[in-house]
């Protein structure tokens, strides 16, 4: 027996140096926190009497965030919000997020594309309970049209189409046609295709903008142009950009916002989620034909959300 016991103790006493040979695994290196203020506003603020939030979160080098960001009340220190984020100035969320009022109540949950909320979100009351919503297409622009002249004739060769924004949109959809003189022309009427389209839920507003879009596609245009338009055009909600665009013959310098470009595109219906509070869109159309005018025909419907 002593023997055995002397055996296992010899095993031990060579098995401990293997061990500490062993290597250890390596630690992770996490960039420091930082912590940002901010006034009611969601304005960064280096004013202790101005701050009503506080973030704190990772950042590489690059300055992307890294991990989970954290933000919180202040001077409270209660949990305002939680989760990752694609970019910041502005914010996308990104993933699976969750947000809370100042009483310590979930004010929302629910997970984020890109900025984009997806069809779990769900948001609640301070008092807990749960906010509903429903969605509904109308028309912020019917169907409009204009005539745009070459860019060597004597007239404009440029139109901007303004589009009033109903209170309450969370995204549109616009439906635009540019083609040159002596195409077939549009045989789309309005977009009341998508009047139908509505849905409840405050988190069936991309499924919605997609579903319309589906529809407006399918209306109409049963005679598409047989050649690319020589056009470019922009959609943008800044006033100053739409001016600068008049001013300079067609263009919008890149500090200024656009929400699409594109170059020698005939047709195109897409969905946009709008930034919130945007009242106005500008969508700016350019004829760069030398001797050919262009008509542009276009139509906007917005998604308007009203909750409860």
Known sequence: MA???????????????????????????????????FDRDWERTETLEEVSYARIARHDAAGKTVGTVRDYFYPSWKKQWEGKMASEAPDKPTGLCCGWHENGQVSFRGTYVNGVQQADYRSWRADGREIKCSSKMVEALPLSNATIHCSN?????????????????????YKLDVRDEGQPPVSWSTALAVAAVAGSGGAAAPALLGT?????????????????????????????????????????????????????????????????????????????????????????????????
């Open 153 to 173: 004739c004597m007239h404009s060769s440029r139109k901007v189409f303004v589009v009033d924004i109903p209170d309450g949109t969370v995204g549109i959809v």
């Open 212 to 308: 319309a879009a589906s529809a407006l596609v399918k209306q109409g245009n049963n005679a598409p142009p047989t050649v690319s338009t020589k056009c470019h055009w922009y959609i943008t909600p800044d006033e100053d950009a739409a001016q600068q665009f008049m001013d300079t013959k067609g263009t919008i310098g890149k500090d200024k916002v656009c929400l699409r470009a594109a170059l020698n595109t005939p047709q195109e219906t897409r969905p946009i989620t709008l930034p919130a509070g945007t009242r106005r869109l500008f969508v700016c159309v350019n004829n760069d034909n030398y001797t050919t005018d262009a008509t542009a025909t276009l139509s906007v419907s917005a998604l308007v959300q009203s909750c409860q």
């Open 3 to 37: 023997k055995r016991y002397f055996l296992h103790a010899l095993f031990l006493l060579i098995g401990l140096p293997a061990l500490a040979q062993r290597p250890k695994p390596a630690a992770v290196s996490l960039p420091p926190a930082d912590t940002v203020y």
